[in-house]
């Protein structure tokens, strides 16, 4: 496990093409709706925000990373039945806190990812918990067993995915 | 001021995000019923989506349908053959399964029909027939022992069929209603119309002796009358289909048979038969009678005739009205109506069935048109069946009865089909035949038989 901290001269920065960055995100919305029906245990990834952590990760651009987060999470709100903005505040604190951490931080090796990823799931659901509880009224149990376990899982797979998505990596 | 917007510029846009997000997630939960607000997002996003869905879909089926229906056949056509072969045997299996569906279909109603109309049948399976379109006549696998003998009728479940001809020892011949030399006594339903059913040289079957001025509509039901003595009454016979103008006055009813003669299998042949519905007419004509007399004006009260005392209490039959099922009178007891014709003209009739009239209305040993002797003067009882009784002064004019016969044949008596009426009295066994004085007896059904 490796974390750096870096100047801001030191770390890279990379940027991807318009069709990774419009399709990946779709491809990641797509399989998470439409694979999950059949193989139910899929619904205990969230592929969106993945793919939300990795862009931010990778740009390390604050900005850009709430952006990404802030419409990838609008777009999985519309597919799914509930009211639109949960999953869009949640991506768009985690797109912010990942792509400022990426400036902070050399997450480029697994276990930085690893931690990074379980990390930020966990906030993704407190940000998702609190919202839905407290503005929308939806009736959620919290808990920590089943999350850090989910986390997990993401995170694990998440460091499969990171680096398959590296490979769209361009530098700047 | 700039620097610190500068400074604060990614948090500043965080926040302006999020509370854009917040701000719409408030409008949507304000407007928690209106779905409206946020319809042309949802309809972007699965816009957006549903494509790739579609196309890994139609990608996934066919992959799926060109593995199995192009690349996975291996051994499709040795079970392609096995199948066949298995078609074929279920296709054989079928069709007699389906055949003896149908025969159990035929037999239980054939079970039903003899539960309801008639006492004593004999099931046969027909088994032939005369082969040729001049002579209608089929051939059954039932004959003399099983009881089997000429002139029984031949029924199915829908209508009559015909009846024995000639019974063999194992074999029976049938003639069919629509043979020329068939007759039935047959009767229509609704109107009642009483004709003669034969068979025409094209098999099809004419109610003859219809006169023209009678309506006859086709559809109308027609049903054996029961005059023939071979068909059970009110066995359904089949339709009217067509009704024209014959000659001498008659119509030309034709008649559709309720029973398909042209695919006959199974038949039951009536060896005994129940007469409930005739029974049921005596009773009710017996009853009329009653009422009858009940209107009748009542002849002025006179004193006993000598003859009538001289038989003692006998003369009290002479009543006029039912007396009651006991009908025993004191013998001291006065006639209160009594009948001028001291009984010559009543009979009250005992249970037994035999008759006893006033001493001296009749001589003993007259036979009375119940067929009983006159009884002696002696009797003293003279108990009535109700609605056996006749009225003042009307002479009785039942159909004359065999003295051990029972009263009331109001019970599901039997009578063996074919038998000659037994109720004639030239028949009776313990009758001498004397003149008779008072009755006007009603001939037995005359025998219309044209079989």
Known sequence: MQITYTSGEQVEVYRFSLPVTVGVPLLALFLQAFVPRRFPFFSYFDLPLLVTIFFAMARRNPISGLLTGAVIGLVQDSIGGHAIGLYGIAKTVVGFGASSLGVKLDVENAGARLLVTLGFYLIHGVVYFAVARGMVNMTL???????ILAGLANALLGVVLYFLLDKFKQRT | MESVLGRYRNLIILVGVLFLQ??????????????????????WAVSAITPLERGLVWVQNGAGNLWHNYFYLRGVRAENRQLKEQIEQMRLEQVRLNEDAAQAR????????????????????????????LSRIVYID?????????????????GIVGKVLQAFPTV?????????????????????LQGVLRGT?????????????????????????????????????????KVGTGKDLFLNVRIRPAANLSKLEEVLVVTEKQERQAAAQVTERMRAADILAQRLPSVPDKPATPEAN???????????????ASGALPPSKPLTVPNPQAGAATKTQSPSGSTKQGAGSIPPGTVTPSGSQAAGSSHTRSATVPGQTVSNGA?????????????????????????KPADSPATSPETPKPALPQSNPQPPAADDSPN
């Open chain 2, 106 to 133: 035929r037999l239980q109603a054939l079970l039903s029909f003899k539960e309801q109309f008639v006492s004593r049948t004999v099931a046969a399976q027909v088994i032939g027939s005369s082969g040729s379109d």
């Open chain 1, 141 to 147: 149990n919290w808990s920590w067993g089943h999350s």
């Open chain 2, 22 to 43: 917040v701000l719409g997630l408030a409008v949507q939960v304000k407007r928690s019923s209106d779905a409206e607000s946020t319809r042309l997002i949802r309809i």
């Open chain 2, 172 to 192: 029976s011949q049938v003639l069919l209603i629509n043979d020329q030399s068939s007759g039935v006594g047959a009767i229509l339903e609704k109107s009642r």
């Open chain 2, 395 to 419: 002479p009785k004019t039942a159909p004359p009865r065999r003295a051990s016969e029972p009263a009331a044949q109001t019970g599901n008596s039997q009578k063996t089909v074919g038998s």
């Open chain 2, 201 to 241: 040289a094209n098999g099809e079957v004419m109610l003859e002796r219809v006169m023209s001025d009678e309506e006859v509509a086709p559809g109308d039901t027609v049903l054996t009358s029961g005059g023939d003595q071979i068909f059970p009454k009110g066995l359904r016979v089949g339709t009217v289909s």
């Open chain 2, 310 to 324: 001289a038989g003692g209490t006998a003369g009290n039959a002479a009543t006029g009205t039912a007396l009651g």
């Open chain 2, 142 to 158: 039932k004959g003399e022992n099983d009881g089997l003998r000429r002139d029984l009728a031949v029924v199915t479940a829908d």
